[in-house]
Nanobody, 121 residues
Framework: QVQLVESGGGSVQAGGSLRLSCAAS????????MGWFRQAPGKEREIVAG????????YYTDSVKGRFLISKDNARNTVYLQMNSLKPEDTAKYYC??????????????WGQGTQVTVSS
């Protein structure tokens, strides 16, 4: 069983930056595609960014293109989400998960605690 622990969230003002980390343990994620998801209160969970196992293919939802960057450090068994030029609408709890390439849907039904990102105007 892979265990995923998200961290790096916090409260920032609009225009600020955060780097989220997703640390995996229990299993290596070397050959897994990974994704970041977010969910705001009353809203559906949505895919934010995804990456193939080696970073050769990436996906970003339109609202974060040019501002967010997903990366995967297989040596550290960790996935990152660099978030720049943050906007209030980015406020949500962020989760990571293994994903299916192409559809970018979560592969596992198990979710971690997530990390809260709050962006004030």
């Amino acid at each position: 069983q892979v265990q995923l622990v998200e961290s790096g969230g916090g409260s920032v003002q609009a225009g600020g930056s955060l780097r989220l980390s997703c640390a995996a343990s229990g299993r290596t994620i070397t050959f897994y595609a990974m994704g970041w998801f977010r969910q705001a209160p009353g809203k559906e969970r949505e895919i934010v960014a995804g990456t193939s196992w080696n970073g050769g293919s990436t996906y970003y939802t339109d609202s974060v293109k040019g501002r967010f960057l997903i990366s995967k450090d297989n040596a550290r068994n960790t996935v990152y989400l660099q978030m720049n030029s943050l906007k209030p609408e980015d406020t949500a709890k962020y989760y990571c998960n293994t994903v299916f390439l192409g559809s970018w849907r979560p592969q596992s039904d198990y979710w971690g605690q997530g990390t809260q990102v709050t962006v004030s105007s």
